[in-house]
């Protein structure tokens, strides 16, 4: 059993940073991946950042590399996404998520299994 506990989100100027978090409570030890998915309305969760597990190797999409970096804290079980020279295009509920299948691309929704309830982000001009 795994839980996610995000926080973080909220209004933010552009080029503004933010930092969100996610804390992890449960059995964590046989996660495979983690990541970040943004959602707009009529859209589907798309990652932008992501995170194996064991190695703590990192992938990012091209629309944030270089200002989003998945990090993580392992003394607190807690991973975190900061956000820095944010775009209104940003704005998201973004969700961060768990997975256990090492079968797939672990950049891909598919194949997540845990979810956190989501946080807001709103970048205004």
């Known amino acids: 059993q795994v839980q996610l506990g995000e926080s973080g989100g909220g209004p933010v100027q552009t080029g503004g940073p933010l930092r969100l978090s996610c804390a992890a409570s449960?059995?964590?030890?046989?996660?495979?991946?983690m990541g970040w998915f943004p959602q707009t309305p009529g859209k589907e969760r798309e990652a932008v950042a992501a995170?194996?597990?064991?190695?703590?190797?990192?992938r990012y999409a091209d629309s944030v590399k270089g200002r989003f970096t998945i990090s993580r804290d392992n003394a607190k079980d807690t991973v975190y996404l900061q956000m820095n020279s944010l775009k209104p295009e940003d704005t998201a509920v973004y969700y961060c998520?768990?997975?256990?299948?090492?079968?797939?691309?672990?950049?891909?929704?598919?194949?997540?299994?845990?979810w956190g309830q989501g946080t807001q982000v709103t970048v205004s001009s």
């Open positions: 998520a768990f997975r256990f299948s090492y079968v797939g691309d672990w950049f891909q929704s598919t194949g997540y299994d845990y």
């Open positions: 449960g059995r964590t030890l046989s996660i495979y991946a």
């Open positions: 995170m194996h597990w064991n190695t703590g190797t990192t």
